[in-house]
């Protein structure tokens, strides 16, 4: 198990941005994915965005391609969501996630260690 801390949530009017962070601690972060998911109220958890170990390789949810932009840096065992141009539909309690596949892991099952959870509530 990974513990993640995320942190950067809060209320935002549309069209504004935020950024959420996500410190890890684990001596084997670089050979993890890790990605961000959101789950609103009623509503299943969905995968957003997910940065593979060597962060090189990045996968987005067609619902936020041209507006979140994910980051890691390896150094500092931390990953990152850019989220711009937010909608009212992007309100959801947003999660970083950790996986040990050598892939690019967009599947709740594929992730080994989750967050606590920052909430992200965008107003109209």
């Known amino acids: 198990q990974v513990q993640l801390v995320e942190s950067g949530g809060g209320l935002v009017q549309a069209g504004g941005s935020l950024k959420l962070s996500c410190a890890a601690s684990t001596r084997t972060f670089s050979r993890y994915a890790m990605g961000w998911f959101r789950q609103a109220p009623g509503k299943v958890r969905e995968f957003v965005a997910v940065?593979?170990?060597?962060?090189?390789?990045?996968y987005y949810a067609d619902s936020v391609k041209g507006r979140f932009t994910i980051s890691r840096d390896n150094i500092k065992n931390t990953v990152d969501l850019q989220m711009n141009s937010l909608k009212p539909e992007d309100t959801a309690v947003y999660y970083c996630?950790?996986?040990?596949?050598?892939?690019?892991?967009?599947?709740?099952?594929?992730?080994?260690?989750w967050g606590q959870g920052t909430q992200v509530t965008v107003s109209s």
């Open positions: 940065n593979n170990w060597s962060a090189d390789a990045k």
């Open positions: 996630a950790a996986s040990r596949t050598y892939a690019v892991p967009h599947l709740e099952a594929e992730f080994d260690s």
